[in-house]
């Protein structure tokens, strides 16, 4: 991409193109868009927005258009975007600024908003807006403030909302917003608390819910069952994710982030670990392609700043192919997470607290951790490398310490 972004939504069109928006800079909110163009591999400037923008939404509406609101500094301002003039027009303001929220396309064609912050604090409440118009009006209000929630429209025109965090923690709670009475109920609990999980709608009308920041959920996945309203277990992933997903076109699930990713089968309930990413970066937006493969861009990467870590935006962007049939032979035969990462050592990579320690790979495999002390990189192999691979390592860690330093 031509600008660095982290927090930015990454919306596919009509025409197959992709929409990328906002996110956080090196020094400040974005105020640009790009296009992701399939065909050519390239990107195309898409206008500026009429206000910088991250922790938004984006909508696709049923018109083609975009509807992106929120985000920034608490805005309720929203707007639109026409990928036939590739141009931005105000629309609207929402009634309640906020960040860190959901936004779903309803079968009517209206956007329902829920939850999020506010500079008034934790939201509760929810609001639709209507393209006819372009006006938004309050609805029901959730029975549970939250925020870093997910949002799926199920298969019968309701909307599953679960998830999240408050001030009470991670609710465990779930709850269905009916369209037709614009109201909230109950829809179950789940096996665990989740902020910032992955959601995804599956063929056979389940929703996957798998990752989030509770130090409990890191590699966990549970399913919601509309038919009976219950939350159950299925497989874990391999490695902690709680990055981007897609709904692959032979209608698996792929999360990705950190470096790695797990591609989830509805059919046997167990997820297989792909090749390695190019960029083991974070907090990335990924979008299906036409083709069936799957564009990921931006996100972010932690850095050594002088006696402290910090987040750095980035502008890269890759592309995840899938095997062309519905699972290779390799795929076919579910891996254990101890492919990626042994067991005995996952306590030395993920601690009790939940916090993951920094790894390195060896021929795609965790080898060992590393840490910054007085701007040295000191490296921990699990097992004691041969002379060359530590001849290789040290020359690694002797090029971050140089960058760390610049």
Known sequence: MSTARSGLTATRLGNGRVLVVGGEGDTAHNSTAELYDPASGTWIPAGTLN?????????????????????????????????????????????????????TLLPNGRVLVVGGNSLSGLQASAELYDPATGRWTLTGSLRTPRRNQTATLLAGGTVLVAGGANSTGWPRNAELYDPSTGRWKR???????????TPMLLGNGR??????????????????????????ATGSMNVPH?????????????????????????ATGTWTVTG????????????????????YAGGRRVKYCGQY??????????????????????????????????????????????????????DGFVAGTWRVETGRVVLEPFATPSRSLRRELDEQAARLEAFLAY
């Open 207 to 232: 929703v996957l819910l798998a990752g989030g920041g509770n130090p409990s959920a890191l590699v966990s996945a549970e399913l919601y069952d509309p038919t009976s309203g219950s939350w159950s």
């Open 309 to 362: 870590y910090c987040d750095e935006p980035l502008a890269d962007a890759e592309l995840y192919t899938p095997s062309s049939k519905n699972a290779s032979a390799a795929e076919a035969r579910p891996r254990t997470r101890t492919r990626v990462l042994p067991e005995e050592y996952r306590k030395a990579v993920i601690r009790m607290n939940g916090d993951v320690a920094q790894t390195f790979l060896l």
């Open 51 to 103: 206000e910088p923008r991250t922790l938004h939404v984006a909508v696709r509406l049923a018109d083609g258009r975009v509807l992106v609101a929120g985000g920034g500094w608490y805005s309720a301002g929203a707007e639109l975007y026409d990928p036939a003039t590739n141009r931005w027009t105000p629309t609207g303001s929402m009634n309640v600024g906020r960040i860190s929220f959901t936004g």
């Open 276 to 295: 390695p990413m190019v960029y083991p970066y974070a907090s990335a937006a990924a979008a299906l392609l036409p083709n069936g493969q799957v564009l």
């Open 242 to 266: 709680g990055g981007a997903a897609a709904l692959l076109q032979d209608g698996r699930v792929l999360v990705a982030d950190g470096g790695t990713g797990d591609v989830y089968s509805p």
């Open 187 to 197: 829809a179950g609990t789940m096996t665990t608390g989740r902020e910032g999980a």
